[in-house]
């Protein structure tokens, strides 16, 4: 140091006058310096003697106008600065300053001690400089070095340098330098708190502790503090780990880290359970005294579930009893936790149903009567219902026609009985019963008409009486009406022809006509006879429409019997010598089951006219009257179209004949719907349709492998799961071979999705079939042997 502490002393200032600007006055004071002083006093004081005017107006007037001390840059030294004021008659004024310099050293100096710290590991050689360059504080000192002593007190090292100095007065004091310095190249030894785990998904991290960190210093106390934080794990990760790091620090700098481990699991999501076991339906009414002994035994080794974060572990536990009406359910509840408490449940629901009472039915389908002929018997109807009433307390589970008895005949009349059986889920079961009626009437009725007539002169023509047709039929009444009259005049013959009809209660009907010839036309006028006369000679030969109705005697299973000739089938009233005489019968086999005769009358009218008319008999040949050859009956096939059935050589009541046929589907792929058209006719004329379905259907197992040996491997058992299914089924496979492919194929065989992969029995195979519209398809199983299973897509 250069300045020693400086004091400031302001003298009184006598006086403060103002200066001027431009001066006129010259004057002149000589500075002074003092040397060595011990106290201010020794400073003169003013003395306006010491001016000397060189120059100025009359009667200058010399003042004194103040002293200011000043310090110097060399130590004790100052400069007093003295102003003087000098004022003449002409009012110019002067400021004159002396400077008096001066060396203030009140008493003997203080010995001075500094202490200089050269840190740690100084490079003493540039740190501490040659004794020979010491500067003294004070302006123009001298010195006299001492001496060094040094000192060591384990890594802490010293040295005092002591130097003699001499002031400008003549004073002597002892300057010291005590340099102290720290070697230490080794870093402290420290030790960070234990490893921490936090557990799941703790609140917070707990902050740094530097106060529990340890460590210890062979030169000093270390300073311990916080130095950071690492994140080791991703945020999303399950396991997190934060390495936090401690640092201390000694008083060289030296440093020392350690780290601690603080560890935590960060996971909120329960464990996702893959699969349950199964419940199950305990049925009707069981008998039980204790629940746990009547409930299946708990399986939570058969729950499937997984967690990604740590191990699970299950429990179980029993629900309450549920009551809805007759059904109770009881639900084992099994509770899968991780190790963080979290949690997921599912059940295993078992149901079973108390109920020993049977369904009331309230309305049984009315008997019906189908009416005549019916094509088909069977009412047709299907479940649910069948048109029955019906309630349970528990719930009908089922309607179905439990028993139809045999068909009971009665004269034209048939009938059936038909039982239906309304079930409930337990079993309990009531009945009721419908009747079918039916009447069975092909045959129209025989009808009889009056007998025809001839008249050769002119009359009235007879008049119409009903209760002369004849009417009969087989199954009960008849109607008899007249259909139509109809006049016809040709050459003068008058031609009257009355049909009658005869109609049974099935509608069958048949006719007859009456003809009434008038050889003498038929006027209401009483001009007619000279109408008559203008009439050509009738034609005696156009007899064809008085022979009686040809017969058509249907199915039979001999030659029936043939009528005699009947020569009263014409007459004519107004004379006795009208002649029918028979002529003979010609017979005809149409086929080898059809018969045709016919037979020949000769007719000579009163008038001489005469003529030849016909009449045929018809029948069919049968082996048994009541011989029916049924229609072909609705059919299954195993991936081939069956035969047409060849009926050319049946004589029978009813003969199938093919019509044709519709196909739907592709019967070349092995799965299509064949609906065959049929007819048959009846022998009495009537004919019925009828369609035959045929369903072409293709599952089988297919031997790839030349000298394959199907006895080798057991068929592959194939369990589909749920079906029908929607978003996805799963397969269980049961086969003594190896599974290389699974193949999804819609209902014609077609391959719409495909896995190959090596699958093994007992291996559950997951397909997904969301992207399926509804339908059938088939799962076909490729290995040493193909097999086929169907299975339904829904919405």
Known sequence: ??????????????????????????????????GCITDLK???????????IIDACRNAQITHANDLITPQPCNNHYVLQRTYLIVDECKNR??????????????????????????????????IPDPQDFDPPGCHEKFEWLGDERHKDGCNFSMIRKYQVFTECGSVYIYTIHYSWKEDHTPPVISCPPDIDLGCNPAAIPAPDPT????????????????????????????QLRIRKYIAEDCCGNQAICEQKITWTSDITPPMIISCPDGKDLGCNPTYTDLNDFLPKPAPGKVVAEDACSTIKVETTLSDITVFGCQYAISRIYTVSDECGNSAICLQTFTWTVDDTPPTIIHCPNDIDLGCNPSHTDLGLQSPDFGIIAEDNCGIEKIKKSHVSETLISGCQRYYTIEYSVYDYCGNVSTCEQNVWWTVDLEPPVIHCPANEIYCTTNEPPAIDINDVIALDNCGSVEVNLAASSINITNGVTTITRTFTAKDQCQNQSSCDQTIILYQAFFPSEDKQAVY?????????DYGNLCPDPVNFGCVSKYPEIPEPDNKFVTSPECEDFQV???????????????VLTRSYQMIDCCGNEGICFQQFKWRIVEDTTTVIPFPEDQQAFCQIPPLPDFANQCG????????????????????TIIRHWKQAVCGGVQLLHDQTIEVKCDITIDNKPGFNSTQLQPIAINIYPNPAREKIYLELDASEKISSVHILDVNGHPIQSIHKEFTSGEPIEIGINELPPGIYLVEIAGETVQTKRFIKTD
């Open 533 to 541: 006369d203008t009439f050509p000679t009738p034609n005696p030969f």
């Open 581 to 595: 005489n028979y002529l003979g019968d010609d017979l005809l086999l149409v086929s080898s089951c059809e018969y």
């Open 653 to 672: 009541k009813y003969i199938p004949i093919y019509l044709g046929q519709t196909i739907e589907g592709d019967c070349d792929d092995g799965s299509c």
């Open 212 to 239: 529990a960190v340890k460590a210890k210093d062979e030169c000093c106390d270390p300073q311990v503090s916080w130095l950071t934080d690492v994140i080791v794990s991703n945020p999303g990760d399950c396991h």
């Open 94 to 127: 002067l400021s004159l300053t002396q400077e008096i310099d001066f060396i203030l050293e009140k008493e003997k100096p203080e010995d001075i001690h500094i202490i200089v710290s050269l840190g740690c590991n100084p490079d003493l050689s540039s740190a």
């Open 1 to 34: 140091m250069k300045t020693s502490m400086m004091e400031t002393i302001t003298m009184l200032v006598i006086s403060l006058i103002p200066t001027l600007s431009h001066s006129q006055i010259n004057a002149s004071i000589k500075d002074l310096t003092l």
């Open 42 to 52: 020794e400073i003169p004081q003013p003395d306006t003697r010491l001016v000397k």
